[in-house]
């Protein structure tokens, strides 16, 4: 069973960067067998997903958010990252990361528990 | 505002039924799979239903979905106080090139 948990700073500046690291364990962020997600939820808001990266190399990010999400994976730790530049109190969110199966890409069936990141100053 | 159109929230007594809607389009539910997801505060989200109706190993035949062209529902029976939680659905968008959510309905077990 997949098992994954976000880390990161709880409190970031408006204009700086948040960044997250997802540590997986029960499954490799190089297996074929994986796409790894970043999703997001806003205070009364819905969930918004962010985008995912593939062990080949493809990563793909929701378009509202392209040119300030960078996500990366590190095989060595086993670890994904979230970088999101220039954040805004819109910024604000439970930040999740989650699996899905390559038979079934779009649908997450692991999940983290979520960190919350608020921005202000 | 959200891609995919839920209600707000929903109400039943213990022990009845309730069934969640979900309203898309052709991009998404129309001609995607749908899943549903249950978040309680503090806890990991958990899969509920994926490809419109199929349950993943755990979750009990209490759950069920269903789509009919761009609409998708969740339904639960036998409705318990450990229910109450917000119920997400999802698909992917083939125009957004995303995967799209509902805004979440929350769900009270009067």
């Known amino acids: 069973q997949v098992q994954l948990q976000e880390s990161g700073p709880g409190l970031v500046k408006p204009s700086q960067t948040l960044s997250l690291t997802c540590t997986v364990s029960?499954?490799?962020?190089?297996?074929?067998?994986?796409?790894w997600s970043w999703i997001r939820q806003s205070a009364g808001e819905g969930l918004e997903w962010i985008g995912r990266f593939y062990t080949t190399g493809h990563i793909i990010y929701t378009a509202s958010l392209k040119g300030r999400v960078t996500i990366v994976a590190d095989m060595s730790t086993n670890q994904l990252s979230l970088r999101l530049t220039s954040v805004t109190a819109a910024d604000t969110a439970v930040y999740y990361c989650?699996?899905?199966?390559?038979?079934?890409?779009?649908?997450?069936?692991?999940w983290g528990q979520g960190t919350l990141v608020t921005v202000s100053s | 505002q959200s891609v995919l159109t839920q209600p707000p929230s929903v109400s039943a007594a213990p022990g009845q039924k309730v069934i969640i809607s979900c309203s898309g389009s052709n991009s998404n539910i129309g001609n995607n799979y749908v899943s549903w997801y249950q978040l309680l505060p503090g806890t990991a989200p958990k899969l509920l239903i994926y490809d419109n109706s199929n349950r993943p190993s755990g979750i009990p035949d209490r759950f069920s979905g269903s789509k009919s062209g761009t609409s998708a529902t969740l339904g639960i029976t036998g409705l318990q106080t450990g229910d109450e939680a917000d119920y997400y659905c999802g698909a992917w968008d083939s125009n957004l090139i995303a995967v799209v959510f509902g805004g979440g309905t929350k769900l009270t077990v009067l």
């Open positions: 029960g499954g490799s962020i190089s297996s074929s067998s994986y796409y």
């Open positions: 989650a699996s899905s199966v390559v038979r079934g890409p779009y649908y997450f069936d692991n």
